[in-house]
């Protein structure tokens, strides 16, 4: 797995957007049960982002970042994208995509029981 910022890399600045991609090789995104993103905030726990259930389609999606972050998917790209708009300064983070085996017991909220990590890509709120 491996995630990118996109050209600007993750500064932007509070209101804007940004997108996230997480190319899923090796392998195919259908080679996982579920692909997702995570994050970590200086001296905070990990929290779940957005998770996407390849099976069926089910997307998890924290309080926080529902109606503001879109987690989508490009089969033929294999890749996981999340599009993050309205960001505010709680957004600030290191950004996991993370990727688990079929049918692996994991947990959408923290990301526990996910099999595959990419490194993480930080985004920065800033004004």
């Known amino acids: 797995l491996s995630a990118a910022a996109g050209v600007w890399g993750g500064l932007v600045q509070p209101g804007g957007s940004l997108r996230l991609s997480c190319a899923a090789g090796?392998?195919?995104?259908?080679?996982?049960?579920?692909i997702g993103w995570f994050r970590q905030a200086p001296g905070k726990e990990r929290e779940g982002v957005a998770c996407?259930?390849?099976?069926?389609?089910?997307?998890y999606y924290a309080d926080s970042v529902k109606g503001r972050f879109t987690i989508s998917r490009d089969n033929a790209k294999d890749t996981v994208y999340l599009q993050m708009n309205s960001l505010n300064f709680e957004d600030t983070a290191v950004y996991y995509c993370?990727?688990?085996?079929?049918?692996?017991?994991?947990?959408?909220?923290?990301?526990?029981?996910?099999?595959?990590w990419g490194k993480g890509t930080q985004v920065t709120v800033s004004s």
């Open positions: 090796p392998g195919t995104v259908l080679d996982y049960y579920a």
């Open positions: 993370a990727a688990a085996r079929y049918y692996s017991d994991y947990d959408p909220r923290s990301g526990r029981g996910m099999d595959y």
């Open positions: 996407l259930r390849t099976t069926d389609g089910y997307i």
